[in-house]
């Protein structure tokens, strides 16, 4: 069995993680066939994931995320890969949402 350890400190705040914690689990689902499980508390909220081969949580807090998997024997051949993919998603998903809107000449938000 392998095992991955991922820690993403931020500056969200527990409101601003949930969004990206929501965000990473809907893309978990719709690309790693996952099933997602969130669990709000009142500093910190959980993800539970699992499919076949995989489980894991994302913990959410208010400056960090904290995300441990367990991959079976077949899937700990993909360990790498798939380590890489989740640090991307990630921190894809933290750098959107560090990017502030910006305004337009009509006073509009632009994204």
Not at 89 to 96: A, G, H, M, S
């Amino acid at each position: 069995m392998a095992n991955i350890h991922i820690r993403r400190d931020h500056q969200l705040g527990l409101a601003g993680a949930r969004k990206v914690a929501w965000q990473w689990a809907e893309h978990a689902e719709s690309e790693f066939d996952m099933q997602c499980a969130y669990e709000e508390g009142n500093d910190c909220d959980v993800v539970h994931f699992n499919r076949t081969g995989a489980k894991g949580t994302l913990r959410v807090a208010a400056d960090h995320f904290d995300l441990d998997a367990q991959l079976g024997f077949l899937l700990g051949a993909f360990k790498d890969r798939i380590e890489s993919e989740i640090v991307k998603n990630l921190d894809e998903l933290l750098e959107k949402k560090k990017k502030p809107a910006t305004k337009t000449a009509t006073g509009s938000k632009k994204k």
